[in-house]
């Protein structure tokens, strides 16, 4: 019997707008260390630029000549996880994009971002506990984050997964738009 369901191998790009497309280069290919692949000049005097990520997967970047202004807090987090300052963005909105780095290179990259001046947030080790961080990484920490913008104030992430997931790491329910759970099955 033929399945319904749709077959992905990951994410190909994600797509963001820049204010400046000559600074989102010079940023994601000589301070992220991203190679530039693809550059295409839209009719109108748009540009549409897509930067290697690794394993075959890219980001993009838009520019618009007469794009509306962000906003912080709607368009993009107005701050970066792991301060005090509000990180809550609004639906449709993109709330952060994470990179996958190599665990053992986790701390080293830390320390370069800020050699590069990218004012990073503190180390979040994610674990299952009530405040879902801990201080120092443990068995439990599944995911290691450390969060930081692009010359737009686009919450970018470098993380690196530290566990391995089994059956009883996915059993919390959804909440719908009013916070109640809900049981979802998949077909």
């Known amino acids: 019997m033929a399945s319904d369901n749709f077959v992905?191998?990951?994410?190909?790009?994600v797509a963001l707008v820049s204010s400046d497309m000559a600074r989102t280069v010079d940023f994601y290919t000589n301070v992220l260390g991203m190679p530039l692949i693809k550059t295409l000049n839209i009719p109108g005097g748009a540009q549409h630029f897509f930067f290697d990520c690794g394993n075959d997967t890219s980001i993009a970047y838009f520019w618009f000549p007469d794009a509306p202004e962000s906003v912080p807090g709607v368009s993009h987090g107005a701050d970066v996880p792991g301060r005090e300052?509000?990180?809550?963005?609004?639906?449709?909105?993109?709330?952060?994009?994470?990179?996958?780095?190599?665990?053992?290179?986790?701390?080293?990259?830390?320390?370069?971002?800020?050699?590069?001046?990218?004012?990073?947030?503190?180390?979040?080790?994610?674990?299952?506990?009530?405040?879902?961080?801990?201080?120092?990484?443990?068995?439990g920490v599944f995911i290691r984050s450390v969060y930081f913008k692009d010359p737009d104030g686009v919450v970018l992430e470098f993380a690196c997964w530290t566990k391995e997931f089994g059956p009883d790491d996915s059993n919390d329910l959804p909440v719908d738009a009013d916070g109640k759970p809900v049981s979802v099955a998949a077909d």
């Open 85 to 139: 300052n509000d990180w809550k963005t609004p639906p449709a909105s993109m709330n952060h994009l994470a990179f996958d780095v190599p665990a053992d290179k986790f701390d080293e990259y830390v320390e370069r971002l800020t050699e590069k001046g990218l004012d990073p947030s503190p180390v979040l080790n994610h674990d299952d506990s009530e405040q879902t961080i801990a201080a120092e990484p443990h068995p």
């Open 8 to 13: 992905t191998n990951g994410i190909n790009h």
